[in-house]
């Protein structure tokens, strides 16, 4: 039935014209994981930083989630398991890994979902928030990439996690010196998943001229990923909060000078480094590590860097 919606879908989009693909085409880009990366970091440098530590600590959750489930149901995308249904224009290329659930979906329930949570936001913004995850939910689904039931357990579990972590980082407010016990079940739990990722055995199917359909140890590549964000940002997060202690109660020309420079170093990391450390280092250890890198540089190097080149006053304290 699932793939009767998505063929249903896609002669509709077909018969009605680019323009709706076209505008959800932007909106799937809302739940790519470098756009929700750098929404995250902006936050947490420039906007809030104790909001910016819960998406932050959402997201890390969320990706794990994510790429446990994904290497654990092995779901073939829809293309594969049937040729008749076509992704809209160039979707497939940010396709990448199982298709169950919806790691889009999962990014947006983090990234906007987060906010949608938390009842001390105004009503009128969270509904907008709860909007665009839904919104990107669709986009996934019309451009042919997912199934409705990868987006909306990709929604329910992506929001789930996101009003655990609600719970969660309250704890750690009125409990901080507990922040070394979160960040060494996470850690543990990132080592687990990564393990089980790479030890467990994936399907082999073949077509019929005998080319093999999926092959498992690319698909797992997400899930090495999100164990690389989720550790660094545990690391970071910690190493922060014992020895950073920076505020984002500054004035706007200081939050504007600090998000230019920071993706403008976020960028050179992205591009010049993570590379780098990706290819000296073979197969699903490079993918940690570079994500490892990455995510490191956001919760915490940039940070520390901050502290320092602002000249803020050097009494060092634990932050909740």
Same mark, same amino acid.
């Given at each position: 039935?699932?793939?009767?919606?998505?063929? #249903?879908?896609?002669? !509709?989009?077909?018969?009605?014209? &680019?323009?709706?693909? /076209? !505008?959800?085409?932007?909106?799937?880009?809302?739940?790519?994981?470098?756009?929700?990366?750098?929404?995250?970091?902006?936050?947490? =440098?420039?906007?809030?930083?104790?909001?910016?530590?819960?998406?932050?600590?959402? #997201?890390?959750?969320?990706?794990?989630?994510?790429?446990?489930?994904?290497?654990?149901? *092995?779901?073939?995308? %829809? =293309?594969?398991?049937?040729?008749?249904?076509?992704?809209? $224009?160039?979707?497939?290329?940010?396709?990448?890994?199982?298709?169950?659930?919806?790691?889009?979906?999962?990014?947006?329930?983090?990234? !906007?979902?987060? $906010?949608?949570?938390?009842?001390?936001?105004?009503?009128?913004?969270?509904?907008?928030?709860?909007?665009?995850?839904?919104?990107?939910?669709?986009?996934?689904?019309?451009?042919?990439?997912?199934? %409705?039931?990868?987006?909306? @357990? $990709?929604?329910?579990? +992506?929001?789930?996690?996101?009003?655990?972590?609600?719970?969660?980082?309250? =704890?750690?407010? &009125?409990?901080?010196?507990?922040?070394?016990?979160?960040?060494?079940?996470?850690? &543990?739990?990132?080592?687990?998943?990564?393990?089980?990722?790479?030890?467990?055995?994936?399907?082999?199917?073949? /077509?019929?001229? $005998?080319?093999?359909?999926?092959?498992?140890?690319?698909?797992?590549?997400?899930?090495?990923? +999100?164990?690389? #964000? *989720?550790?660094?940002?545990?690391?970071? #997060? @910690?190493?922060?909060?014992?020895?950073?202690?920076?505020?984002?109660?500054?004035?706007?020309?200081?939050?504007?000078?600090?998000?230019?420079? +920071?993706?403008?170093?976020?960028?050179?990391?992205?591009?010049?480094?993570?590379?780098?450390?990706?290819?000296?280092? %073979?197969?699903?250890?490079?993918?940690?590590?570079?994500?490892?890198?990455?995510?490191?540089?956001?919760?915490?190097?940039?940070? =520390? *860097?901050?502290?320092?080149?602002?000249?803020?006053?050097?009494?060092?304290?634990? *932050?909740?």
């Amino acid at each position: 039935m699932d793939i009767n919606i998505l063929l #249903w879908l896609q002669d !509709f989009r077909n018969g009605a014209g &680019a323009f709706l693909a /076209d !505008f959800l085409s932007k909106m799937t880009f809302l739940g790519e994981l470098n756009t929700a990366l750098v929404i995250l970091a902006a936050v947490y =440098w420039c906007v809030s930083k104790e909001f910016g530590s819960y998406l932050l600590m959402g #997201w890390s959750g969320n990706r794990l989630v994510n790429g446990l489930l994904k290497v654990t149901a *092995c779901a073939y995308r %829809p =293309w594969i398991r049937d040729a008749r249904v076509v992704p809209y $224009g160039n979707s497939m290329a940010t396709a990448t890994g199982y298709s169950f659930p919806s790691g889009h979906t999962m990014n947006a329930a983090t990234t !906007f979902g987060g $906010g949608a949570v938390r009842k001390d936001l105004p009503r009128a913004l969270r509904i907008a928030l709860g909007l665009l995850v839904a919104l990107v939910a669709i986009s996934r689904v019309y451009l042919g990439v997912h199934t %409705p039931q990868d987006v909306l @357990v $990709g929604a329910i579990v +992506g929001t789930l996690v996101m009003a655990l972590t609600v719970g969660l980082m309250r =704890w750690v407010a &009125a409990h901080p010196e507990k922040d070394l016990l979160v960040a060494g079940i996470g850690l &543990a739990l990132a080592a687990a998943v990564a393990a089980y990722a790479a030890l467990k055995p994936y399907p082999m199917d073949y /077509d019929a001229e $005998g080319k093999l359909l999926v092959d498992g140890a690319k698909m797992a590549n997400d899930t090495f990923k +999100g164990a690389g #964000w *989720c550790a660094a940002f545990l690391v970071g #997060w @910690v190493l922060e909060r014992r020895f950073v202690g920076f505020s984002t109660d500054i004035a706007m020309p200081r939050r504007i000078a600090r998000l230019t420079i +920071g993706l403008l170093s976020y960028y050179a990391v992205s591009l010049i480094l993570v590379p780098l450390v990706k290819g000296a280092l %073979p197969g699903a250890a490079g993918t940690f590590a570079s994500c490892f890198v990455q995510m490191l540089y956001i919760s915490f190097l940039f940070p =520390w *860097c901050v502290k320092r080149l602002e000249k803020a006053p050097a009494s060092i304290r634990v *932050c909740s």
